[in-house]
């Protein structure tokens, strides 16, 4: 592989950097504090954290069901960026509309947060699926873990910014940290559409497969689909490992904010954390990208996926912020390598053809996790009374992932 990305590639790997401010500063970072001190600050502690985790379901739910059917409607008329362009439309729409909604009104920000989860996840579908497209197979455990890394770093950047705004608004004329929370919400949705143009405008869109494009052909289309996977057993099984592992690693994204200020720690003590996720993840997912190159991409979710299940028993024993610190410099050392190389091994496994619908499925699976991880989290803590307990949960996803993923057979080349 040539060690310098294409152009294409760059302007493909911009989008990881615009949509992951939406990642960072609203799924992992503000949307979780605001949703408990702001909007719903009446409720307990456990009650919010349901209310959070069956939002999150809820917006995955959905788009597991829409994403197969999506993907095969892209593939089938060359639609992949107006496709992704359209769902971040809409997400970037929702995270603006954040601004306009009022202190205690914790139903319509939720509302918001399930549309702009949809727009967010819909639009994956169609970026994960151009990077067949971009790169060789060779190459892309490299080019999919710089576009991991690139989500880092931009997402890391932007959300320093709106750290800082919330800690001293007065720098930015702002009235309090409530108004600086809602006005970094504003900055995320701008920082989206406007990195979004390099790959609309830098990455060529493949020819469409077919004259016309209808609804009946693309079921059509998906039927076939599933009928191809029947005949590629380890694509089946590499699909059912993601789909419980990803789970873990989703649902700790989505409610780590949430769990640490459920067994009280501070809320700048939190964001410290993330922000030190994000700096840490920049280089690491990079270093993962070599991993997948020179030892197998198997490995490399060895190390992401046993780092996990050790991080997980340890967070449901922490009770200091010096612990949570440690804990998110672990994580940032492999999340984004866990993340980049289940795209790049799948990405190998498929056929060739039919990314847009293939792609569509590893998606779905992804969100079908997504629904069970944070209810799981929810129900759990709900009913016992206890955060820990919930987040404690997560470990048997990690570990059934990867007695699955043990019998997935690795391509050579």
Do not use: C
């Not at 500063?25 to 954290?49: D, N, R």
């Not at 009022?102 to 727009?119: E, M, N, S, T």
């Not at 576009?147 to 959300?159: D, M, R, S, T, V």
């Amino acid at each position: 592989m040539s060690r310098r990305p294409t152009r294409s590639q760059l302007s493909w790997a911009f989008y990881d950097w615009a949509n992951s401010a939406f990642a960072t500063t609203v799924i992992a970072g503000f949307f979780p504090l605001f949703f408990k001190q702001y909007w719903s600050g009446e409720a307990s502690a456990t009650t919010s954290t349901f209310w959070l985790g069956a939002g999150n379901s809820a917006a995955s739910f959905a788009i597991m069901l829409a994403a197969p059917l999506l993907g095969a409607l892209a593939d089938a008329g060359g639609l992949h960026k107006r496709l992704l362009g359209g769902f971040a439309l809409l997400g970037i729409a929702a995270t603006g509309g954040f601004w306009f909604v009022a202190q205690g009104d914790w139903a319509w920000a939720l509302a918001l947060y399930v549309i702009a989860i949809l727009g967010f996840s819909g639009a994956n579908v169609f970026y994960d699926a151009m990077l067949p497209e971009l790169a060789s197979r060779a190459d892309r455990h490299r080019v999919s873990a710089l576009g991991y890394a690139l989500g880092y770093l931009g997402g890391g950047l932007l959300f320093l910014v709106n750290v800082a705004m919330t800690l001293e608004p007065a720098w930015f004329g702002l009235a309090d940290a409530s108004e600086a929370v809602r006005v970094s919400f504003l900055t995320v949705a701008l920082w989206w559409a406007l990195f979004s143009v390099p790959l609309m405008l830098g990455v060529r869109e493949r020819a469409a497969a077919a004259s016309t494009v209808s609804v009946g052909g693309a079921f059509r289309r998906l039927g076939e689909t599933i009928a191809r996977l029947r005949e590629h057993p380890n694509l089946w099984l590499f699909l059912l490992a993601y789909w419980l592992y990803i789970d873990g690693v989703a649902t700790i994204i989505r409610m780590a904010v949430d769990y640490g200020l459920a067994i009280g720690l501070p809320s700048e003590s939190l964001i410290t954390a993330l922000l030190l996720v994000q700096f840490v993840g920049f280089p690491a997912t990079l270093v993962f990208g070599m991993i997948g190159d020179r030892l197998g991409a198997k490995r490399g979710l060895w190390i992401g996926l046993w780092t996990y299940v050790a991080a997980t028993v340890a967070a449901s024993f922490m009770d200091s912020t010096l612990e949570f610190y440690v804990l998110a410099i672990v994580l940032g050392l492999v999340q984004g390598g866990v993340q980049s190389l289940s795209r790049s091994l799948f990405s190998r496994l498929i056929p060739p053809e039919r990314d847009g619908e293939f792609f569509g499925f590893l998606n779905m699976l992804g969100k079908a996790a997504a629904v069970l991880g944070p209810l799981l989290v929810g129900v759990v803590a709900a009913t016992s009374g206890s955060s820990r307990l919930g987040l404690l949960s997560i470990i048997v996803l990690f570990l059934a992932g990867m007695a699955v993923l043990r019998h997935v057979e690795e391509p050579v080349t």
